[in-house]
């Protein structure tokens, strides 16, 4: 009978480690108001996040550092150290249009800039003509643990 059992026990944990592992499908189907979630109704703006890229010139670090966040205010930092000593270190802060593939950022009600954006996954290429491409990477953020107390 144990061994029925263990055998029992070890295909319902198989089971549900492969049902938690499949593909989201997009809800469980059904209506509101029984029980069946249909997931979020608007797309996640991919912008959404931190994203860095760094430039050597010689002993020269330059970083640029943009968070965009979910209520379309973003913000710059931009870092520039020579060796483990930091020369420079601005802020700005803006709102922000994403739509397609075009950026617009608004400082006190003015358009700044307006940059073309590509993302795929972890990598965004953001720029203009004018003031050249960077490419960047997104940066996670560590998810903090005290819901758990």
Same mark, same amino acid.
């Given at each position: 009978? &144990? ?18 592992? !499949? &593909?989201?499908?997009?809800? *469980? ?7 069946? *979630? =249909? ?11 931190? *994203?860095?890229?760094? +430039?050597? %010139?010689? !002993?020269?670090? $330059?970083?640029?550092? *943009? ?11 931009? $870092?520039?150290? +020579?060796?483990?000593?930091? @020369? !420079? ?5 803006? !709102?922000?249009?994403?739509?397609? %593939?075009? +950026? /617009?950022? @608004? ?11 590509? /993302?795929?996954?972890? #990598?965004?290429?953001?720029? #203009? ?5 960077? %490419?960047?990477? &997104? ?9 758990? =107390?």
């Amino acid at each position: 009978m &144990k061994k029925y059992t263990f055998k029992i026990i070890s295909a319902a944990i198989l089971c549900l480690a492969l049902a938690s592992c !499949s &593909k989201y499908e997009g809800g *469980w189907g059904g209506g509101y108001g029984n029980g069946s *979630w =249909q997931g979020p109704t608007e797309p996640v703006n991919a912008i959404i996040g931190t *994203w860095s890229a760094t +430039l050597h %010139d010689g !002993s020269e670090e $330059t970083t640029v550092t *943009w968070t965009f966040n979910a209520n379309d205010s973003a913000v710059k930092r931009v $870092t520039v150290s +020579l060796g483990s000593n930091t @020369i !420079s270190d601005d802020s700005s802060e803006y !709102s922000y249009e994403f739509e397609d %593939d075009t +950026l /617009i950022l @608004i400082s006190k009600g003015v358009v700044e800039a307006t940059y073309h954006v590509e /993302i795929s996954g972890n #990598n965004m290429r953001m720029g #203009n003509e004018e003031s050249g491409y960077l %490419d960047y990477t &997104k940066e996670f953020q560590a998810i903090p643990l005290d819901f758990m =107390q």
